[in-house]
């Protein structure tokens, strides 16, 4: 599985973005496509996640803020971001999981997001 993320730069407090996420190669191996997102001397944490049938999940950091969406005939997952937050700057990474399936854990390279005045 290959990820190519797209979307990131720099926005305004109380501003959105919308991350995009295309995966390519054995797709049939994921099963949940998710976004992370990552700063400086942190770990990476979990902020959103979408299963194969359509279940979301999201950090509590980012519900009713964030929206996780996955276009399955285009194999891509997109990452709706609303009223952002300086403190949601970071890289954001797309991961595709297909460890259950193919045994497979692939992440994108990562996009910036800068949130400030």
């Known amino acids: 599985v290959r990820l190519e993320e797209s979307g990131g730069g720099l926005v305004q407090p109380g501003g959105s973005l919308t991350l995009s996420c295309a995966a390519s190669?054995?797709?049939?191996?994921?099963?949940?496509m998710n976004w992370y997102r990552q700063t400086p001397g942190k770990e990476r944490e979990l902020v959103a996640a979408?299963?194969?049938?359509?279940?979301?999940n999201y950090a509590d950091s980012v519900k009713g803020r964030f929206t996780i969406s996955r276009d399955s005939g285009k194999n891509t997952v997109y990452l709706q971001m609303n009223g952002l937050k300086s403190e949601d700057t970071a890289v954001y990474y797309c991961?595709?999981?297909?460890?259950?399936?193919?045994?497979?854990?692939?992440w994108g390279s990562g996009t910036q997001v800068t949130v400030s005045s």
């Open positions: 190669g054995r797709t049939g191996c994921i099963s949940t």
């Open positions: 991961n595709a999981d297909g460890r259950a399936k193919c045994g497979i854990n692939t």
């Open positions: 979408v299963t194969f049938g359509g279940t979301t």
